[in-house]
Structures are given as C-alpha cells and as structure tokens.
C-alpha cells in the first residue's frame, strides 16, 4: 500500500468503529475501501473481520454502564451468535462471494421495517399480556436465540448491517431500553468477529497491514461511537439506525 491507501484504509476504520458501534454498517465502510486498495474479496472480508474485533470490544467498553445487569442475557446470546459466527466463516469459504448478494438488502430493509414498528408493536404485545394476564418471556425465549444465531450466521459470511438486524430483532423480543439493546449488540458484534476471525487465522490470508491499521482506526472510532451514540434520545437512534440502513440497502444493490 501506498501512504495514501493506508491513510484511506486508517480512516475508514475510524468511520466503521464510531458508525458500528452507535448503529452497525461499519464494513460498508471499510470492505469498498479494501477492495479499492486492491485486496481480493475474500482476503478484504477476513482482514476486515480482524480488524473490527477491537473496535467492536472498544465500543462495547464505551457502553458498560448499559450493560449493567445484563450478564444471562449476554452469556445466553452471545452463545448464539458464537455457533452462528462460527458457522458463517465456514460458509464464506464454501460458498461462492455472491451467495448472499440477493438476500441481504431484503434483510436489512425488513429489519428496518421492525425498527420502525418495534414500539407500536411492543405496546400491542403488551396490551395483549395484560388483557390475559400473562407477563410472557422477558428474555426473548427460544425464538430469539435462533433468530440470532441465524443473524450471526449472516454475521460471520458477511457483517455488512449486522447490528441492524440484531437491534430490530432484540427490538421485536426483549422489553428493555434501545441504548442498553445497542451496548449488548456491541458485544455480540465482538463476538462473531472474534470466533470468524479466529477461524480465519488457521485458514485464510489476511493482509495484515489491513488489519492493524483498521484495527487502530476501529478502536478509535469505538470509543468516538460510545460518546456519541450514549447521548442520543430513542427516537433520534431510530432514526440514525434507518438513515444508516436506507444507505446500506442503497449501496448493497448497486454493488
């Protein structure tokens, strides 16, 4: 790489670490830059996956105080998103770059949709348990745990609006505040990265230039995403969330 690439490869891990720790997308940043460097797909997305790792586990320190308490309920879906993690790296050497190229700006437009309906829903869910009196499963039960690994299986192949998908979905099954939801996305990122990316040492090549430098911008844009994204209101991480989504949908069609 030339100074230039490296400073561009620098800076789009600062922009991915402040923008996925506040919403998800980050790679949509970095992969394109990657690519424009002239790193293979494959190689791009590994070292990509590398390099968040410490953006991801700077985000997710920004965001402690929410995750006070939450302890069972990262341990439980943090396994969820290990095994699918896992199983999504797997795949990224199976199956061909374009596997997912269809069905992911129809992932992220649906989980934009449960972002947006998320609180009139949760009210109608709640109206319905009082009227029958039940209180229901406050930890999403089984079907969350699914539908997560299911993410994080998406999440391990490719990352590109991954903490979308997770906060819609975590949205939809947990009665609990966006910002606390956002600060266990962060750790579950930091998860599916890790367990991807320790899979890709034993067997892929990285561009290990890549990963430190977006492994130092990632880590910084971590920290600048925890300030920014703590302060926002509900409403207005809403709609950063679908600002941020109708972006990525936009960029992933025309990819």
């Known amino acids: ?35 424009a460097v002239g790193l293979p797909p494959v190689t ?18 920004g965001y402690r105080a929410e995750l ?4 069972a309920r990262v341990m439980r879906l943090g396994t969820a998103a290990a095994l699918g993690g896992l199983c999504g790296a797997v795949l990224l050497l199976l199956l061909p770059s374009t596997a997912f190229e269809t069905i992911v700006p129809i992932l992220v437009a649906l989980a ?20 029958e009196g039940t209180t229901g499963d ?6 969350l745990f699914f539908a997560l690994l299911l993410a994080s299986v998406y999440g391990g192949y490719f990352t590109a609006a991954q903490g979308i998908i997770y906060l819609s979905l975590m949205g939809m099954l947990l009665h609990d505040s ?18 991807a990316a320790l899979f890709f040492l034993f067997v892929a090549d990285f561009d290990w230039t890549a990963v430190l430098l977006i492994a130092v911008g990632s880590a ?7 300030r ?13 969330i679908v600002a941020v989504g109708t972006v990525a949908i936009v960029q992933l069609l025309l990819r």
């Open 112 to 131: 934009l949709v449960l972002v947006i309906l998320q609180p009139r829903i949760a009210k109608a869910v709640q109206r319905r348990r009082d009227r």
């Open 138 to 143: 406050h930890e999403g039960g089984p079907l």
């Open 220 to 226: 910084l844009g971590g920290q600048i995403g925890a």
């Open 228 to 240: 920014v994204g703590r302060r926002l209101p509900p409403l207005a991480l809403r709609v950063l």
């Open 1 to 35: 790489m030339t100074i230039w690439e490296m400073l561009a490869v620098l800076a789009a891990g600062i922009g991915a670490g402040t923008i996925n720790t506040i919403v998800g997308s980050g790679t949509l940043i970095t992969f394109p830059v990657l690519l």
């Open 68 to 71: 006070t308490g939450q302890r």
């Open 178 to 195: 966006m910002q606390r939801l956002n600060a266990v996305k962060n750790v579950l990122a930091a998860i599916v990265n890790s367990v």
């Open 44 to 61: 791009a997305t590994v070292s990509n996956a590398l390099g968040l790792i410490p953006g991801s586990i700077s985000g997710a320190i």
